[in-house]
């Protein structure tokens, strides 16, 4: 291989990528697009392959660029991490942690945790993203989610990935007030109804919807909605119906025009997992987050 690749290559590299095109890298970055062109072209030489197509409208990543990418951003985010670890073992607590969170989670645990993070350390920045697990794979892969708390099911993924479990949520069949089936103790008689779920891409979701299929159930699910907001919103609205963690129902919030029906086949309940990347240490800032959603999962148990 003809020379090494630089550090600024891969920055150049990875500015170019997530904005689309060199002009707008540039733009975004400070580097003027001549020291952007010329450090992809020496990352190019030096790898021996194309990383971009050039469009009309920008840059493309090829299939080697692409692949690629998932290394540099790793690498890239590895060094990030390391300089902040350093620095908070100097007793400089900066930098920044980067995790997700299950929409049951983000209403119930996570904000009590912040608080307190955000009390003890004020100077390290918290990024928070809500979803489902499968949404989260590429960046705790890329290394730009330090971990996630969210449910799991057994999948390809098991292999980079280590699973702590920390606590269990009850799910419910959830209508608004006043729902005009609210009074319905089985399944089967909502069946006529039309639901809105979470995307069944998600693994209490999927693990539900095997349920479902194994007992020869199918509920009419019009409506596939990829954030808590949106199918809380919808639900409380109108006359769709739903399956959410029964915490939702106890949320100041979101939980005063819902009601939780009561089955007389209750459903699984879901198991949250600490989710992180195996074999990668968490900064102390990171660890110590960590350590706080432990603690709140033990303490909401044993309440």
């Known amino acids: 291989m003809p020379g090494s690749i630089k550090l600024h290559q891969l920055r150049a590299f990875t500015a170019v990528s997530q904005h689309g095109s060199i002009r707008a890298a540039s733009r975004l970055s400070g580097l003027s697009q001549p020291a952007l062109t010329k450090a992809i072209q020496e990352l190019e030489s030096v790898l ?7 469009r009309q409208q920008g840059v493309e990543l090829t299939d080697i660029g692409q692949h690629f990418h998932r290394h540099a951003s ?9 300089q902040e670890e350093i620095q908070q073992r100097l007793g400089l607590a900066g930098g920044q942690v980067n995790i997700g969170v299950g929409g049951s989670i983000a209403r119930t645990i996570m904000p009590n945790v912040i ?19 499968v ?5 705790l892969r890329q290394g730009a989610l330090d971990f996630t708390l969210n449910t799991h ?36 008689e909502l069946l006529h109804c039309d639901w809105t779920m979470p995307t069944p891409k998600g693994n ?43 915490d939702v129902i ?6 005063r025009n819902l009601v939780a029906l009561e089955m007389d086949e209750p ?24 350590q706080l959603f432990r603690q709140h999962c033990r303490d909401s148990i044993a309440s």
């Open 153 to 188: 099911d057994r999948t390809d993924y098991d292999r980079e990935l280590t699973f702590e479990p920390l606590m269990q949520r009850e799910y419910c069949v959830v209508v608004r007030q006043g729902h005009p089936c609210q009074g319905a103790r089985a399944l089967r």
């Open 267 to 290: 459903l699984p309940k879901a198991t949250f997992y600490l989710i992180q990347r195996r074999d990668t240490a968490l900064t102390p800032m990171g660890a110590y987050l960590a």
């Open 135 to 139: 949404s989260m794979i590429p960046e």
């Open 74 to 82: 790793l690498v890239l985010e590895e060094l990030r991490v390391a």
């Open 250 to 255: 106890s949320d100041p919030v979101m939980g």
């Open 204 to 246: 209490y979701y999927r693990l539900l919807g095997d349920r479902f299929a194994q007992q020869g159930i199918r509920p009419t699910i019009v409506v596939t909605c990829e954030t808590f907001m949106a199918c809380t919103s919808l639900i409380a609205q109108s006359d769709f119906v739903s399956i959410l963690s029964r």
């Open 48 to 54: 021996g392959a194309r990383l971009f197509l050039r």
């Open 115 to 133: 608080t307190r993070f955000h009390q003890t350390y004020p100077n390290v920045r918290v990024r928070i993203v809500e979803g489902q697990l």
